[in-house]
């Protein structure tokens, strides 16, 4: 059974602290991804990772940071965070090939004060 | 970029009865079509896909059909029960087109009244 594990579901942050979102697959999977998820405007990319230490942009990266050491860890970085930065963020990983599904993780909800 | 159009936001349904959801894309090259359900507080999950080289997919009570010719894509639920209340997301990607992730409809939140 695939497991994908985001290491905070709740967190409260002030406005320009430094947050870090964790995430973690044990399927060995190639492919990584952060959405963020917000309400009437569904799972938006953030960024993705198609291997350890590669990473590209999604559609909406501004204010966000990634880091992909080592193949089953995914993290997504907010260097200064902003109120507008307050969502849900769900991670998702996926197998190599250019098919398959997706498996979200849990989910981290972040207020930002 | 692809652009996936989703419609209703919200659907309110009687027990029993058929639900359908429908989606618009942008893209072309998009050949892939995933649904996920996500139930309150939970993560996103696929119920069902589909492949541009067919036209209709069953799976019990889930269809999803497609049209390429109008590039849009539907899922329909019969005999609906409780426990389909939950919001459902299309999606849509070129598979051919590298590693990256899929492009998501903003969601239908699908309501089962007894």
């Known amino acids: 059974d695939v497991k994908v594990t985001q290491s905070s579901r709740y967190l409260v942050k002030r406005t320009g602290e430094k947050v870090f979102l964790e995430c973690v697959q044990d399927m060995d999977h190639e492919n990584m991804f952060w959405y963020r998820q917000d309400p009437g405007l569904g799972l938006r990319l953030i960024y993705f990772?198609?291997?350890?230490?590669?990473?590209e942009k999604g559609d909406i990266p501004e204010g966000y940071s990634v880091s992909r050491e080592k193949k089953e860890r995914f993290s997504l970085i907010l260097e200064s965070a902003s109120t507008n930065q307050t969502s849900m963020y769900l991670c998702?990983?996926?197998?190599?090939?250019?098919?398959?599904?997706?498996?979200f993780g849990e989910g981290s909800r972040l207020t930002v004060l | 970029g692809e652009n996936v159009e989703q419609h209703p936001s919200t659907l309110s349904v009687q027990e029993g009865d058929s639900a359908v959801i429908k989606c618009t894309y942008s893209?072309?090259?998009?050949?892939?079509f995933p649904w996920y359900k996500q139930e309150l507080g939970k993560r996103p999950q696929l119920i069902i896909d589909i492949r541009s080289n067919v036209g209709e997919k069953k799976d019990q009570r889930i269809a999803v059909t497609l049209n390429k010719t109008a590039k849009h894509f539907s899922l329909h639920i019969t005999e609906t029960q409780p426990e389909d209340s939950a919001v459902y997301f299309c999606a849509a990607r070129d598979e051919g087109g590298g590693a990256d992730g899929l492009t998501f409809g903003k969601g239908t939140h699908l309501i089962i009244q007894p």
């Open positions: 990772s198609y291997d350890v230490k590669m990473k």
């Open positions: 998702a990983s996926k197998t190599g090939a250019n098919t398959g599904e997706l498996f």
């Open positions: 893209d072309s090259a998009s050949n892939y």
